[in-house]
């Protein structure tokens, strides 16, 4: 299996940008759809955006279109989260997580939690209006 590590949280202000990594161990990275999940208090998790195994795909909620970009390199086992233009309202935990690949025909975005196995322990973001 597969343990995932996020990090480049912190605080930033509204306006600002961020990225976020999230460094795989374990098994090679190309063997997973990679996703973003996020998690406000009080709010159940939410999803942020996917990318196919090998990048050629990538998919966005509404929310974060046009602002984030989410990217990988599986040479490094790392996904990434550019995050720009941020708002008070991206303020959350953000969770990378991983699926396994049943095929590598496979070219779907999966956007629920439970499609996911595998989950990051989380890196905090906070944005100062």
């Known amino acids: 299996q597969v343990q995932l590590v996020e990090s480049g949280g912190g605080l930033a202000q509204a306006g600002g940008s961020l990225r976020l990594s999230c460094a795989a161990s374990?098994?090679?990275?190309?063997?997973?759809?990679m996703g973003w999940f996020r998690q406000a208090p009080g709010e159940e998790r939410e999803f942020v955006a996917t990318?196919?195994?090998?990048?050629?795909?990538?998919h966005y909620a509404d929310s974060v279109k046009g602002r984030f970009t989410i990217s990988r390199d599986n040479a490094k086992n790392t996904v990434y989260l550019q995050m720009n233009s941020l708002k008070p309202e991206d303020t959350a935990i953000y969770y990378c997580?991983?699926?396994?690949?049943?095929?590598?025909?496979?070219?779907?975005?999966?956007?629920?939690?439970?499609?996911?196995?595998?989950w990051g322990q989380g890196t905090q973001v906070t944005v100062s209006s």
């Open positions: 990318i196919t195994w090998n990048g050629g795909g990538t």
């Open positions: 374990g098994r090679t990275l190309s063997r997973y759809t």
């Open positions: 997580a991983a699926r396994t690949l049943t095929s590598f025909l496979d070219a779907n975005y999966y956007t629920a939690s439970s499609d996911y196995e595998y």
